[in-house]
């Protein structure tokens, strides 16, 4: 059963324009959020992150939205870049331990000169 | 500033051979994992170890073994490989254990792409 989803495979987008990467959670246990950035070939590298006691958590082109309500955190980059093309994956975790990092499957940007 | 090693980068085995998969870090953090990831997968954590001393198993550690052998160095074993652990291997390290009150994250190697035929 998957406990993070990411049901986008892929996303299409115009540099300049914003790129919207969405994440949805089934676990209400889930208090820290974060995203990472995978190119080919390498490690993922952090992005930005959330805890649940927020709703919004920006840096610089990078802003994360946390709607627990409806168990949904969504990735804004504005205003995309050709760098950004990459697969971006969104991670969850329960009571702050790293053991219980879950992972979604993924979602492939192409920003598109 | 390395970050997180790991070595090797690249390797094909035989169904039944062994290997360990090494993996350092420079960051003087607490905490070491090991990470699978398959095609339209996420990453599936194999072992962790929380601090210098322990290590406790992840969500997919059958067919695994793990070694914390200081705080820098957390090796992976594959003792009889089996063609289902064809998979890219990420070796990853935080400063805490938890993620939550340090507002920490997890930081990955730049992984093993590791082939059984």
């Known amino acids: 059963d998957q406990q993070v989803k990411q049901n986008s495979p892929s996303l299409s987008v115009q540099e300049g324009r914003i790129s919207i990467l969405n994440c949805d959670y089934t676990?209400?246990?889930?208090?820290?959020f974060l995203w990472y950035k995978k190119y080919p070939a390498e490690g993922p590298t952090f992005l930005i992150s959330?805890?649940?006691?927020?709703d919004k958590n920006e840096d610089g082109r990078f802003t994360v939205f946390l709607n627990k309500s409806a168990k949904h955190l969504s990735l804004h980059i504005v205003p995309s870049q050709p760098g950004d093309s990459a697969v971006y994956f969104c991670a969850a975790s329960a009571e702050g331990g790293s053991e219980k990092l879950v992972f979604g499957k993924g979602t492939k940007l192409t920003v598109n000169p | 500033n390395a970050g997180v090693t790991q070595t090797p980068k690249f390797q094909v085995l035989k169904t039944g051979q062994s290997m360990t998969l090494q993996c350092a870090q420079d960051?003087?953090?607490?905490?070491m994992y090991w990470y699978r990831q398959d095609p339209g997968m996420g990453l599936r954590l194999i072992y962790y170890s929380a601090s210098e001393g322990t290590t406790d198993k992840g969500e997919v550690p059958n067919g695994y073994n793990v070694s914390r052998l200081n705080k820098r160095e957390f090796s992976l074993r594959l003792e009889s490989a089996a063609p289902s652990q064809t998979s890219v291997y990420f070796c990853?390290?935080?400063?805490?254990?938890?993620?939550?009150?340090?507002?920490?994250?997890?930081?990955f190697g730049e992984g093993s792409w590791l082939t059984v035929v």
């Open positions: 676990n209400s246990m889930f208090d820290y």
């Open positions: 990853a390290s935080s400063e805490l254990f938890q993620l939550y009150y340090s507002g920490n994250t997890i930081y």
């Open positions: 959330i805890s649940s006691i927020k």
């Open positions: 960051m003087n953090h607490n905490s």
